[in-house]
Each structure stands twice: as structure tokens, then as C-alpha cells.
């Protein structure tokens, strides 16, 4: 029997004329929190409706803990999953939401009382078993939902969205509860998403799924840090994107004249990815394996944690850079000329 608690394996669905995915593979062990992230209409919602049994695959089979799950039906799958609505009962208080499942499996009273309560311990929602639901915030409505999914003890757990209606700065704090509820509870966790901050910072691998392809899957590290592809480099994190008009042996030359070096280069690239914290401003003159130049400061961007700026080479492209957070660098203004270096080992060259 697989060490895997979910095998996806050579996934197909097609609807009509329009492949929505196109041969997948995703092997997920038991506790894992793994992300499937990807922008609208990139096939990651009908993947997870594969999984739940809501969709018919065209190719291919899921199995579940090493059972193929061909012909098997949703309520009849080891799973359960929170909608983006989260589909409480609002005519049901608390208790009664988390506890709907249970009673439908006809248990004993007193066997579903204290899995509801221990459940509601577990999410930090003790004490609150008589409320209705109108008078929960956003986050505690959060809470009951997965408590209702997962009193049911399912072997995975879906998650289409389910941060998505929350205001930033609670989506921020739901992100970290999330996490940590996992950790805690152990289930293993299908998280469908096309905010790449909550896949990062999350989950333990990320999927990227682009038009019904995997593109990548990795971790959030190595995600970020080693994209595969063009479309992974421009999606996950903030970039600096320059179109490549031709190589010259070592050098890379953009479409607005940027000439860079990059050595090692054994393909045509097409697109050149930088990360904005890439860049190294006002660098030591002795360092090795950079490309330096100046550049105007056109733009300062503040945000209070974070500060970038536009800069722009005379007659190149425009660059955006994260700026340290320090006195030295936060005094810089616009109209400014700055030397910038980046190393050769932080550009990032794709053929596409």
C-alpha cells in the first residue's frame, strides 16, 4: 500500500472542446498542507471537485489512502470540504452546525456532545456553542466551518477559498490560525487558492496550476526562490519582468536596450525575471558576480512595513526595488541617482 494518503495520477478532464486539466500528478502524504494556486479559470476548482467526487475525471484516477475512488461517491469518500461560502446554517446555532453531520450518522447524544465540544475547544470556539450565527464576526464563522468538516473526522480536508470574503487584516490573522490549527490537529489539508501570500506562507507545498498544467511543485521556498517557468517566476511574488530581444554570447539584451550579463546562459531566453529585494543599492565596489549600474529615482512607494522605488536607467527599462529598512536608504527622494547592483545569480532567464 502507497505511503501517500492522495495519489493523483495522470488527470485528465475535458468539457467538450476545452481541456480544463490536462494530465496531473500529485502524490500528498498524511498531515501534509499542500496548496493548489493558481489564477480564475486555471482548472484548480474543478481538481478539487475531482477529489470530492462532485466531477467525473475524464483520465486518469485519485486514490485515497491507496483506494481508487472510480465510481465512488462524494458522501461516500473520506473527505469533506469548506465551501468559500462556508454554508453554515444560519437558522442553527453553533453547536447545532458542527453537530448536523454526526446526527446524520444517527450516532449517541452523548458521543456527538463531546466531539462537538472537544471540536470547538480545538478551534478556540469553547463557550460559544449557543450562539447564532449572525452573531459571530467573520473569523469565529471561519472556525465553525472547519470545526462542522472536521468533527467528521475526514482523512483530507478541502478548502476552496475559504478566506477569500475576509477583510485583509483578518485574512492576515486567519492565515496563522489556519496553519496552526492544522499543525495541531493533524489532518491533512487541500487548500484551493489564487492568493499567493496564503499558499507561501501556509503550506508545506504549493501546486501551480496554469490553463490545466501543473507548472510547479515545490515548496514555498524553493517556489519563490527557483521558479521553473516563466508564468511561476511572473505569478508567485512580485517581479521585475523584462522582454528579451536577443543574446549576445553573455550578454541579454531587453526590448528598451537593458544589456545585462549572464553567464552560463546555453538556451535563447525570451523573458528575464528580477525580484525587487534582488537588487543591492549603493553596493560595495569590491563585490564579484554583479552587474552594477545608475539609475533615477522616478517613484517612492511606502507602505509602512515596506518601501520601494522606481528607478530607471537613462533610456532602459523601469526596475522597481525593495529598499533596506534602514535611516540610510530611507532618506533617498525622488529625482535621486542611485548605483544598483544585482548578482548574476538572481536573474532569471525563460524560454517561452
Given at each position: 500500500m502507497s505511503s501517500n494518503i492522495l495519489e493523483i495520477k495522470n488527470l485528465s478532464k475535458y468539457?467538450?472542446?476545452?481541456?480544463a486539466l490536462k494530465d496531473v500528478n500529485i502524490s500528498v502524504k498524511e498531515g501534509e498542507f499542500i496548496s493548489i494556486l493558481g489564477p480564475s479559470g486555471c482548472g484548480k476548482t474543478t481538481l478539487l471537485r475531482i477529489i470530492a467526487g462532485?466531477?467525473?475525471e475524464s483520465e486518469g484516477d485519485v486514490l485515497i489512502e491507496g483506494k481508487s475512488m472510480k465510481g465512488i461517491p462524494p458522501e461516500k469518500r473520506p473527505v469533506n470540504i469548506v465551501f468559500q461560502s462556508l454554508a453554515l446554517f444560519p437558522m442553527?446555532?453553533?453547536?447545532?452546525n458542527v453537530a448536523f453531520g454526526l446526527k446524520r450518522q444517527k450516532l449517541p447524544k452523548a458521543e456527538i456532545k463531546k466531539s462537538v465540544l472537544d471540536m470547538l475547544s480545538?478551534?478556540?470556539?469553547?463557550?460559544?456553542?449557543s450562539k447564532?450565527?449572525?452573531?459571530?464576526?467573520?473569523g469565529q464563522k471561519q472556525r465553525v466551518a472547519i470545526a462542522r468538516s472536521l468533527v467528521m473526522k475526514p482523512s483530507i480536508l478541502l478548502l476552496d477559498e475559504p478566506l477569500s470574503a475576509l477583510d485583509r487584516k483578518l485574512r492576515e490573522h486567519m492565515k496563522v490560525e489556519l496553519k496552526e490549527l492544522q499543525k495541531e490537529i493533524g489532518t491533512t489539508f487541500i487548500?484551493?487558492?489564487?492568493?499567493q501570500s496564503e499558499a507561501l506562507v501556509m503550506s508545506d507545498r504549493v501546486a501551480v496550476i496554469n490553463k490545466g498544467l501543473i507548472e510547479q511543485l515545490d515548496t514555498p521556498h524553493n517556489l519563490y526562490n527557483n521558479p521553473k517557468t516563466g508564468f511561476v517566476a511572473g505569478f508567485v511574488g512580485e517581479n521585475n519582468r523584462f522582454e528579451v530581444a536577443s543574446r549576445d554570447g553573455q550578454k541579454v539584451v531587453t526590448k528598451h536596450g537593458w544589456q545585462i550579463t549572464k553567464p552560463d546562459l546555453d538556451f535563447e531566453p525570451t523573458l528575464?525575471?528580477?525580484?525587487?529585494?534582488?537588487?543591492?543599492?549603493?553596493?560595495?565596489?569590491?563585490?564579484?558576480?554583479?552587474?552594477?549600474f545608475e539609475a533615477d529615482i522616478t517613484t517612492i512607494l511606502f507602505d509602512g512595513a515596506n518601501t520601494k522605488m522606481l528607478v530607471k536607467p537613462e533610456g532602459k527599462d523601469e526596475i522597481l526595488i525593495a529598499l533596506p529598512q534602514n535611516a540610510k536608504f530611507q532618506a533617498l527622494k525622488q529625482g535621486d541617482r542611485v548605483k544598483v547592483a544585482v548578482a548574476h545569480e538572481n536573474i532569471k532567464c525563460y524560454k517561452e
Open positions: 468539457f467538450d472542446n476545452f481541456t462532485f466531477l467525473q442553527m446555532n453553533v453547536y447545532e480545538r478551534v478556540g470556539l469553547q463557550g460559544y456553542e447564532q450565527i449572525n452573531e459571530l464576526s467573520g487548500y484551493i487558492t489564487h492568493d528575464m525575471y528580477i525580484r525587487p529585494e534582488a537588487f543591492i543599492v549603493d553596493p560595495d565596489e569590491s563585490m564579484k558576480g554583479v552587474e552594477v
